[in-house]
């Protein structure tokens, strides 16, 4: 797999962020890829993105939009929520959400802000993708919807949706899913998320399903399959679902995409017979994997709370060369 992640290096994976509040909040799908991304983040909140701009990145180049994106361009009410990511340009129901733990949902405000779409900016600033995350509480189907311009040229999508409506007019999963289905895209990983009710013992652990992280890959075959048509990918095109089937696990899709490629020239019969290996497919170090799985054991929120002084830390020496500093004779 080195010769395809050597060459995305070169190349870049063209990626968008919707709803990038938070350091490297992204799932450990993308963490081998993150070195390679072009990176294009967008939030509602300008101090958010404010603060994101001062603190280091580990990607190949980011740019961040302090902007809404939405179904259409205009002003749009931003209903602020207690807990700043779930705010959204959708009102919360408040009666539902009221039944579960916690009071992220409460609505404390509200502000008139901008809103474009996706359409917009690939038509005025040339914005393309490759692979997008959309985590717009609720309002993932308009943004998609106006993204036309865009879908062709996306290998993988990843949405978070509620399984019911958490937010008036919220397009939950099965309105997602149905969308992305009719353009091509096929489910390969699926997060689901509980929310507890108030006063249930602790013994007491599942709760109720509330809303899922679901990756969508595009089915190169849909045509011959499905009969959806299917963009015709170039060797770029190839390279990047490569290295996306690989850092997601998905070797047996990459598998059948090296010799779909390889049929249309894409790859050299080198490249597709050092992609037909046990060992191309192995996945990201080993190591990554069981640090992830390790953080996976802390809650949520000191995840994100780690991430940040990681990062923050990442110029900084260690302690102990500190302490050895400090003992060196002075000259």
């Not at 019969?269 to 953080?295: C, I, N, Y």
Request: neutral net charge.
């Amino acid at each position: 797999m080195e010769p395809v992640l050597s060459e995305l290096r070169r190349i870049g994976l063209r990626f968008i962020d919707i709803g990038c509040r938070g350091d490297l909040d992204l799932n450990p799908h993308w963490h081998p890829l993150i070195p390679m991304m072009e990176y294009v983040g967008f939030d509602a909140d300008p101090a958010e993105v404010a603060r994101r701009e001062q603190t280091p990145h580990p990607f190949l180049s980011r740019k961040l939009y302090p902007v809404a994106v939405a179904g259409e361009i205009g002003e749009s009410t931003l209903f602020i929520a207690r807990e700043p990511a779930c705010s959204s340009l959708l009102r919360p129901r408040a009666p539902w959400n009221s039944r579960f733990l916690g009071s992220s949902f409460d609505e404390i405000g509200q502000t008139k802000i901008r809103t474009t779409t996706l359409d917009h900016l690939a038509a005025a600033d040339g914005l393309r993708a490759d692979a997008m995350k959309i985590d717009s509480q609720g309002m993932e189907v308009p943004i998609l919807q106006a993204s036309e311009r865009l879908l062709p040229g996306l290998f993988a999508i990843e949405v978070e949706t509620g399984l019911q409506a958490n937010y008036h007019d919220e397009t939950t999963f099965d309105r997602a899913a149905a969308f992305l289905l009719r353009r091509g895209f096929l489910p390969f990983d699926m997060q689901l998320h509980r929310w507890r009710r108030p006063g249930a013992m602790p013994c007491i652990r599942r709760g109720q399903l509330m809303f899922a992280e679901s990756l969508w890959l595009r089915d190169y075959l849909s045509d011959e399959t499905w009969g959806i048509p299917a963009p015709v990918p170039s060797r770029e095109d190839a390279i990047r679902a490569l290295a996306i089937c690989w850092a997601g696990g998905f070797g047996d899709y990459g598998w059948e995409l090296v010799t779909y490629f390889g049929k249309r020239g894409l790859l050299t019969q080198a490249e597709e017979a050092s992609l037909k290996t046990r060992d191309a497919w192995r996945g990201f170090p080993a190591e990554h994997r069981r640090g992830v799985l390790a953080m996976r054991l802390l809650p949520s929120r000191t995840r994100a709370w780690l991430s940040r002084i990681s990062a923050a830390s990442l110029d900084q020496g260690t302690l102990w060369s500190s302490v050895l500093r400090r003992f060196q004779p002075r000259r």
